[in-house]
């Protein structure tokens, strides 16, 4: 698939100083579904939702091999992009066998997440990339969650960052969201939907896309 989508709100194209732009952080052996989330979410957060907002997708490496195979071509490298002009930064997980840790692990991926947590930007993850956040040693004394299965090994990795493990779905620690696992995503997309605009044109988007609403037990459920 050559060139992820990146897109801007219509009404809005005559003010883009006012437009919130989201960095997508791409490793090799990300998982599709993470990714697309935020795509998608955010995608149609700038056809149909009331402030303009740019989803900029980029990789460490012009070819990305997905976790099940599919090849992508982001749109920018790493090196090609000045982090100031971002307001959020969205970091989908992938999976070790397909390379994942490689790139997520690596300097020039950690350094970004160390340069937007600096800013005080939002940054939002979904499952096991939180582990980056970890390492890049951001999420020391915050709130936080990870995929998490018996023998426990992502729990350890993230509690041994100096986060403190929270078993929901979806945890929110001042600027910095962590989820539990790819069916996570879109709701880690809206959430950072909302923390950029607002909770009403969140919640709009939702609603235009068909999202269903969650319950509380669903959020609150823990995975062992």
């Not at 936080?144 to 090994?153: E, F, N, S, V």
């Amino acid at each position: 698939m050559a060139g992820l989508l990146h897109f801007m709100h219509s009404d809005n194209l005559l003010d883009e100083e006012s437009m919130k732009k989201v960095l997508m952080l791409i490793a090799n052996g990300v998982e599709p579904l993470e990714l697309s989330a935020f795509s998608d979410v955010l995608g149609w957060a700038a056809l149909v939702g009331d402030e303009a907002v740019e989803l900029i997708d980029v990789g460490l490496q012009p070819q990305i091999k997905t976790t099940f195979g599919l090849q992508l071509q982001p749109n920018y490298l790493l090196a090609d992009l000045d982090l100031n002009d971002y307001d959020a930064l969205a970091v989908p997980g992938g999976m070790e066998p397909s390379g994942f840790y490689n790139d997520a692990l690596s300097e020039s991926f950690l350094e970004v997440i160390r340069h937007f947590a600096a800013a005080g930007k939002i940054i939002a993850s979904v499952c096991v990339s939180a582990i980056a956040l970890g390492e890049a040693g951001v999420l020391t004394g915050k709130k936080a969650t990870t995929y998490h299965q018996l023998g426990g090994k992502r729990k350890h990795q993230l509690t041994a960052s100096g986060a403190i493990f929270i078993d929901q779905a979806v945890v929110v620690d001042d600027n910095i969201i962590t989820s539990t696992g790819p069916g996570t995503a879109i709701e880690v997309a809206l959430t950072l939907l909302e923390k950029i605009s607002t909770k009403n044109n969140a919640d709009n988007v939702r609603k235009i896309m068909r999202i269903p609403t969650l319950n509380t037990t669903w959020r609150q459920t823990a995975q062992v």
